[in-house]
């Protein structure tokens, strides 16, 4: 009881240390305790479901669990919510489940960008501006456009690789084609 007590008075921060150290998985366990909640939500806000989001918890708390020592964690609320974000959309993969997009018409991507990716004799001084065009794009926009248009990557799949979040991801596909546009047009 006394054990107990002291734990709860941990800070998250400390709760990792001392798991990192002992080994201990009752520190890991209220820890992880702490923030069921949030993470419920998130599962509940993926998944759709109550039961796959409770069990999508009690996944990640037993994934989790043998291999925290194995990880460098410097905000545990930030790269939980990281985590389960990740093993939500890993669990809609494996159940080719189709992960809903807002599909507005100010945010839907239109094929301006592909048709100067066609390889036509006519577009070659068009596709030689748009090359160079892309060099001049700010690192996260050429990052953005290249995945989606030439790698065909989602929305989903560039959040996952990059690291952005599904807005930014869509502000710099809508930026990045914005001043494509304006720079293809002084160029050509």
């Known amino acids: 009881m006394f054990r107990r007590k002291n734990i709860l008075k941990l800070t998250d921060d400390e709760l990792l240390q001392q798991h990192k150290i002992s080994g201990d998985t009752a520190y890991f366990g209220e820890l992880f305790n702490r923030y069921i909640p949030m ?79 066609d390889d036509k004799e006519e577009d070659n001084g068009r596709l030689e501006a748009l090359k160079e065009c892309i060099k001049k794009l700010p690192v996260q926009q050429r990052i953005a456009i290249m995945r989606f248009f030439m790698e065909e990557m989602s929305y989903m799949d560039i959040v996952d690789s990059t690291g952005y979040n599904l807005n930014q991801v869509k502000s710099y596909i809508q930026n990045g084609k914005r001043n494509l546009k304006i720079c293809i047009e002084k160029n050509s």
């Open 39 to 117: 993470l419920y939500g998130v599962c509940l806000r993926y998944l759709s479901d109550e039961d796959k989001a409770q069990d999508a918890v009690m996944q990640l708390f037993e994934n989790l669990l043998p291999k925290m020592a194995q990880y460098e964690v410097d905000v545990f609320r930030t790269w939980i919510y990281t985590v389960v974000k990740n093993h939500c959309l890993q669990i809609l993969r494996k159940e080719k489940t189709e992960i809903i997009v807002d599909f507005n018409a100010d945010l839907m991507e239109s094929d301006e960008i592909l048709h100067l990716l």
